[in-house]
């Protein structure tokens, strides 16, 4: 099992910057890749960025590439998501993720998930 916790989230005005991050704890050397994604009220979680554990290797959702940034502190066993320049249709709930066999843009290549922290951007 592998356990994590996200922090960092808040209420910020359009145009500010946010930094997550997610702790991950227990079996983690079973990592083989983690994400974020983002859940707005009535809507579907969608994927927002994801980083492979071995090579830092990353992939971003087209709506906040060159606005985000995924990176990964492999002693410390955690991935932080930079986000810059956001904007209103940014809040939602985020969840970071963790998956041990495959990577990607699919909730279903993920094992393990958080349990999320509130972004709130302002016009």
């Known amino acids: 099992q592998v356990q994590l916790v996200e922090s960092g989230g808040g209420l910020v005005q359009a145009g500010d910057s946010l930094r997550l991050s997610c702790a991950a704890s227990?079996?983690?050397?079973?990592?083989?890749?983690m994400g974020w994604f983002r859940q707005a009220p009535g809507r579907e979680r969608e994927f927002v960025a994801a980083?492979?554990?071995?090579?830092?290797?990353?992939s971003y959702a087209d709506s906040v590439k060159g606005r985000f940034t995924i990176s990964r502190d492999n002693a410390k066993k955690t991935v932080s998501l930079q986000m810059n320049s956001l904007k209103p249709e940014d809040t939602a709930v985020y969840y970071c993720?963790?998956?041990?066999?495959?990577?990607?843009?699919?909730?279903?290549?993920?094992?393990?998930w958080g349990q999320g922290t509130q972004v709130t951007v302002s016009s």
């Open positions: 993720a963790a998956g041990s066999r495959a990577w990607g843009s699919l909730k279903s290549m993920y094992d393990y």
């Open positions: 227990g079996r983690t050397f079973s990592m083989y890749a």
């Open positions: 980083i492979r554990w071995s090579d830092a290797y990353t």
